[in-house]
């Protein structure tokens, strides 16, 4: 079951078309796997038409009513057809796409399936693509990690979203379950670490900071994984 959702605040915005490319695409994949927030954006998205229609009512009753005044001629046969095409696009939409990595396999979501993804590039047991998606702030980015592995300890200067796609991982705040949606910042320290191996879609707008002892090493690598 999934425990973890965009704030109101994100799903309100995401609604409105004012989140960042990146981040509309990864708030985007979480709704695909969510009824709780599928139900949410329908609510926003009714309430955000009613509001633009309430502005716009006076206008467009006029209009209406010249429109209705006019004869209207249907033709079916045309009516059919785009009804055939639409049935149609649905289906060819609804196709998922299946990438495994390592042994792990997993679905892409909706949302990503006409971005480009560079190559897995392997770290011991973390594999990272990086999507190539033009959003200059943030780095989009496929990431695996395989059966008892982990990230050491580290925080974020900037923010990290974790969409959990496959697998379980836990951490010091707790367990994740694949369709979890985390948003962590600098305020967060953490070390994610997966018994069964987990792959997510993360979203991050600068460089993993490691902070303790030995892992502080690795933080020329906190460029390679985020
Ligand atoms: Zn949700």
């Not at 785009?82 to 949302?111: H, M």
């Not at 399936?113 to 190559?119: H, L, Q, T, V, Y």
């Not at 836990?170 to 997966?194: R, S």
């Amino acid at each position: 079951m999934i425990k973890h959702h965009p704030n109101d605040a994100i799903l309100k915005n995401f609604v409105d078309g004012t989140l960042a490319d990146s981040v509309s695409l990864i708030v985007s994949s979480h709704i695909e796997l969510c009824e709780h927030c599928q139900a949410k954006v329908q609510q926003l998205t009714a309430n955000a038409a009613d509001s633009v229609f309430d502005e716009q009512q006076t206008a467009t009753s006029n209009e209406l009513d010249s429109f209705l005044a006019d004869d209207i001629d249907f033709d079916f046969d045309v009516i059919d057809q785009i009804t055939t095409d639409l049935s149609q696009s649905i289906e060819v939409e609804l196709k998922t796409e299946q990438v495994t990595v390592a042994d792990t396999t997993f679905t892409i979501p909706r949302a990503l399936s006409s971005i480009a993804r560079k190559d897995w590039m392997n770290l011991g047991k973390i594999s990272r693509a990086r999507l190539d998606f033009e959003d200059d702030a943030h780095h989009t980015s496929l990431l695996h990690i395989d059966k008892d592995g982990q990230v050491p300890c580290h925080t974020h200067k900037g923010f990290e979203i974790t969409l959990l796609l496959e697998g379980s991982f836990e951490d010091e705040m707790g367990v994740y379950n694949k369709g979890d949606f985390i948003w962590l910042d600098g305020n967060h320290t953490h070390q994610p670490a997966t018994k069964e191996g987990c792959v997510c879609l993360t979203v991050s707008s600068d460089a993993l900071y490691f902070t303790k002892g030995v892992s502080q090493l690795f933080n020329p690598l906190g460029k390679y994984i985020y």
